[in-house]
């Protein structure tokens, strides 16, 4: 690339990067809502791993990388593989997006109820629509936050979906982004904002998908908010390709008994940094974060989790499964909040890791901040290697090497597969992760 | 079908098997007795190819075959099975998918096509009928939370499904009431033929009322010191193994040459 001489955190905020549609037939509340994460952006910078929630992750590789806007891109590269049929074919309601940008011919919305809407957030805004409007970017904290505030200030496009109150859709709602990179590095910011209405039901898959060989950044913020009794299931599946950065942060708000659940798997990426905050704002509120991440070569996947229990008689559960292969690197670490008034909070947390070679490595670390005095909180990590007695059983009875430890590397994975509520959920992932411990093995 | 020949194995720096001799020809069943930690489990896991094990002299061969060369699954698809004296618990493996798995590898060796899902089931269905197994047994994770006699039993399961050659059941009657072990019995019972030969570890003589040997071998301290027929477990259960361990400690003794 020509261009590329200065890699500095300038280029994120000059006026070139900026200056392009973002405010292009904008609400003015939107404009100035970009200017203000624009600034505190400025302000807070890159993070460096001084700052105590980024000490085992260095995102210098990102903020050195010359990357261009990936909506100047979008319309240039076809995308077409039986992975990503494979995808689409998770549910008749996909909203596809191309590097950022909403994709309105490989989308379709078959079979969303009546009264239920999603669609492309960037053209919501456009027109003006205050139930939703009034909602956005109130949960994920961009003052605190440098990528949420540099995805507030630059974000091109996203999904919204909007469920009534009582609506329940049986179909799951499939938000899949595509980067599609080619020679010049490409970033894009998806923006998505879920809001569901009390006793609403939906299942949402987020997938992160990469068409090209390039390198692409996906700097992505995801809104959910479960009003009273709603339940909603969320998936997210990491399948960018090796080179890739991303990083995400999922916000969720929960309000009176509702009930979320989410499970991330993590396959794809150079530096995958995957944040899930939960803040149970009200009694009975039930959330569960599950994750598999996979590390192979040289990939880093952190997986950081705040739970925040502000109100009594909520449940909480996490596991965690890593399998990290090559000179890979695992991160967890898990944060449970139980703030004063919290009474009664039930609050368990899990992260297992299985390491396939010794030059892998893994931090795992549980912080708990209790700030109440009737509550119920455990964390346990463990990491390991593959159990060489249960790998000369499987031997003994005829299985190559090969076959037995994929059997065993499965069965762990399993552990957090089998909690996809979804089954054509579970069977892509099945099917994505055999393959690749299959290319692993042969290799 | 299997020599065994002054087989010498460490664990650890630390040497289990001192010199084992042993002869099982087709047909034959053997058993061998002795005390606990005298190697036992050692020469039945160095045979099925456990390599924390370390040969360091003597040979074992399968129909002439020099087996210690072979990976254990190499083993298995040349006939050996080893019911184990702790079988290993194994979550997020169904019984099923294991055995299939298992079946098929072993097939292939032999140049047969895999097993066909149907016949698979109906074989499956037979044999878990013939030990008065549970249904459930087929699609739970292998051995997991099973009971200590749901797991010998799971073995011989294992065993009637892979119809080895050479069959070795360490200790597969302990734990089990009498009536698991008639269940148990039978099945090795009809798995005996003129191929096949199979190896039973065990302290108890009771078991031999049932799967009847042609063979009996004292083991102490690595040793094989006492050969003979049925009727030494009947001699061994009223005599014990005093006699044979202090034998082995003078013969010991004279070997390092004190
Ligand atoms: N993996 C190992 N590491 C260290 N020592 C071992 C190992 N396996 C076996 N041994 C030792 O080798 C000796 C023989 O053990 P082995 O299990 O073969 O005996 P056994 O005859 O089967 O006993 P039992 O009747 O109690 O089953 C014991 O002293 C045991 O502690
Ligand atoms: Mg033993």
Redesign the pocket.
């Known amino acids: 690339m020509a261009e590329a001489v200065v890699h500095s955190e300038l280029q994120w905020t000059s006026p070139q990067v900026l200056s392009k549609r973002p405010g292009s037939g904008e609400p003015v509340w939107l404009k100035n809502l970009r200017s203000e994460a624009s600034d505190c952006f400025a302000e807070m910078g890159f993070p460096t791993r001084n700052h105590e929630e980024w000490k085992y992750t260095s995102v210098s590789p990102i903020a050195q990388t010359p990357f261009r806007p990936a909506w100047q891109q979008s319309a240039s590269r076809p995308v077409q593989s039986a992975e990503l049929d494979a995808l689409k074919k998770l549910s008749g309601i996909c909203l596809v997006f191309v590097n950022g940008q909403y994709n309105e011919a490989l989308s379709s919305v078959q079979g969303l109820p009546a009264g239920v809407r999603a669609g492309s957030l960037a053209s919501l805004f456009t027109t003006s629509d205050e139930i939703i409007a009034e909602r956005f970017a109130k949960y994920a904290d961009y003052r605190q936050h440098a990528f949420v505030a540099l995805n507030t200030a630059q974000w091109q496009d996203g999904a919204y979906v909007w469920l009534p109150k009582g609506a329940v859709v049986k179909e799951p709602i499939h938000l899949l982004f595509i980067s599609n990179a080619g020679d010049t590095p490409l970033v894009a910011h998806p923006r998505t904002l879920i809001l569901a209405e009390r006793e609403s039901q939906a299942s949402i898959i987020e997938s992160y998908w990469g068409a090209g060989q390039g390198i692409s950044f996906s700097n992505a913020v995801s809104e959910i908010v479960a009003g009273d009794n709603a339940v909603i299931d969320h998936t997210k599946l990491q399948l960018e390709n090796d080179r890739s950065f991303h990083i995400a942060t999922l916000q969720v708000y929960q309000e009176r008994s509702s009930n979320f659940k989410s499970c991330s798997v993590t396959l794809g990426g150079a530096l995958v940094r995957n944040e899930a905050h939960a803040v149970l704002d009200a009694e009975g509120a039930e959330c569960v974060l599950n994750g598999l991440y996979l590390g192979r070569e040289k990939q880093l996947v952190d997986n950081h989790t705040i739970i925040d229990h502000a109100q009594p008689h909520c449940p909480s559960r996490q596991h965690y499964n890593g399998i990290l292969d090559g000179q890979s690197t695992g991160i967890f670490n898990g944060r449970i909040i139980v703030r004063p008034d919290a009474q009664k909070t039930d609050a368990i947390q899990k992260n297992r890791n299985l390491l396939l070679s010794d030059k892998a490595q893994v931090d795992s670390k549980p912080q708990l901040e209790i700030y109440a005095n009737d509550v119920r909180c455990t964390h346990g990590a463990t990491v390991g290697q593959i159990d060489a007695e249960a790998l000369f059983y499987l031997r003994s009875r005829g299985i190559s090497l090969k076959d037995a430890r994929n059997m065993l590397v499965y069965a762990f994975a399993g552990e957090i597969l089998e909690r996809i509520t979804s089954q054509k959920i579970r069977v892509l992932v099945d099917r994505v992760l055999h393959a690749r411990l299959d290319a692993a093995s042969r290799s | 079908m299997l020599t065994v020949r002054n087989l010498h194995a460490s664990?650890?720096g630390?040497e289990?098997l001192r010199g084992i001799d042993l002869k099982i020809n087709a047909g034959e069943v053997h058993a061998i007795m002795?005390?606990?930690?005298?190697?036992?489990?050692?020469?039945a896991?160095v045979i099925a190819g456990r390599d924390?094990?370390e040969v360091t002299e003597g040979e074992v061969l399968l129909d002439g075959k020099n087996l210690l060369e072979l990976k254990p699954e190499e083993r298995a698809c040349e006939g050996v099975f080893l019911a184990f004296?702790y079988p290993v618990e194994i979550p997020g493996v169904s019984n099923m998918y294991f055995l299939r798995s298992a079946l098929n590898s072993i097939r292939k060796h032999r140049g047969l096509e895999e097993v066909d899902a149907v016949d698979f089931l109906a074989l499956v269905e037979k044999k878990m009928n013939l030990l008065g197994m549970d249904k459930t047994f087929r699609d739970r994770p292998v051995n997991a939370g099973f009971s200590g006699g749901e797991k010998k039993r799971n073995e011989i399961f294992h065993m009637l499904m892979l119809e080895p050659r050479l069959a070795i059941l360490?200790?597969t009657d302990s734990g089990l009431d009498i009536d698991a072990m008639k269940v148990v019995s039978d099945g090795v019972n009809s798995l005996r033929g003129k191929d096949r030969a199979v190896l039973v570890?065990t302290?108890y003589q009771r078991l031999l009322n049932y799967i009847v040997p042609d063979f009996v071998h004292v083991?102490v301290n690595g040793r094989i010191v006492k050969s003979g027929g049925k009727e030494l477990a009947l001699q061994l259960e009223e005599s014990g193994y005093a006699q044979f361990e202090e034998e082995a400690m003078a013969g010991a003794a004279k070997g390092s040459g004190r």
Do not use: C, F, M, W
């Not at chain 2, 002795?34 to 020469?43: A, D, I, M, Y």
């Open positions: 664990v650890a630390r289990i002795g005390p606990n930690g005298s190697g036992k489990s050692t020469l896991q924390i094990y004296q360490d200790e570890v302290h083991q």
